[in-house]
């Protein structure tokens, strides 16, 4: 079965640029997380979306936003780009959630590694 | 919110040696994970421990959960080249996964 696949793998934008980014989960999986991992703050929890609905959202400005289509695909848009938003993002989908043993078993994409000049 | 420690933060190994990663919380944990990135790649899933003082092996791999479930290791027996990348831990559950800074791990033949 096929993984989480996330697009583009590789981009480069320049300051105050916006950017999108794609990601397709398992089959079947209904949940799809977003982290951002740097080498300063490492992985970063973005925010979660789970039936089109976003259910949890972490610590980071409003120029963060995602959606999640009825496929359970997923987006997320970063507008007027930072030099700190340097980073590899990462796109997570998981088959089970709650607090059940085996829950919020995260499988990952590769990420799509965005550089800001 | 929830945070996680995660300790060393590297360690360099010659092959053959022993390696061992800690996860401390101050809050009860409802379960933990525990994950393996290798250099460029991405997290891949390892384990889940939810049972206090629950033990579980992975071949050279062995994963602790902590009595009074606060506390997580990861224990590597005479590590190989392949075991080299970043182990994190990851907690909280319902939707949001806070992971530990992670430890990276360096191995030479």
């Known amino acids: 079965k096929a993984g989480v696949t996330q697009t583009p793998r590789y981009l480069i934008k320049t300051r105050g640029q916006q950017v999108t980014l794609s990601c397709s989960p398992i089959?079947?999986?209904?949940?799809v997380s977003w982290y951002q991992q740097t080498p300063g703050q490492g992985l970063q929890f973005l925010f979660e979306?789970?039936?089109?609905?976003?259910?949890n959202k972490g610590n980071f400005p409003g120029r963060f936003s995602g959606r999640q289509f009825s496929n359970s695909r997923s987006e997320m848009n970063v507008s007027t780009l930072e030099l700190g938003d340097s980073a590899l993002y990462l796109c997570?989908?998981?088959?089970?959630?709650?607090?059940?043993?085996?829950?919020?078993?995260?499988?990952f994409g590769a990420g799509s590694r965005l550089t800001v000049l | 919110g929830q945070q996680v420690m995660q300790i060393p933060q590297y360690q360099h190994v010659q092959e053959g040696e022993d390696f061992t990663t800690y996860c401390n919380s101050s809050?009860?944990?409802?379960?933990i994970q525990w994950y393996k990135q290798r250099p460029g790649g991405h997290p891949v899933f390892l384990i889940q421990?939810?049972?206090?003082?629950e033990v579980k092996k992975q071949k050279r791999l062995t994963f602790q959960f902590g009595e009074a479930k606060k506390n997580s290791s990861l224990h590597i027996t005479a590590t190989q080249t392949t075991d080299v990348g970043t182990y994190f831990c990851?907690?909280?559950?319902?939707?949001?996964?806070?992971f530990g800074a992670g430890t990276r791990l360096a191995v030479h033949p």
């Open positions: 089959s079947g999986h209904r949940s």
């Open positions: 421990l939810v049972k206090s003082g």
């Open positions: 809050t009860t944990l409802s379960n």
């Open positions: 979306y789970f039936s089109e609905t976003q259910r």
């Open positions: 990851a907690v909280g559950g319902y939707n949001k996964l806070i």
């Open positions: 997570a989908s998981s088959a089970k959630t709650g607090f059940s043993s085996g829950a919020n078993v995260l499988t």
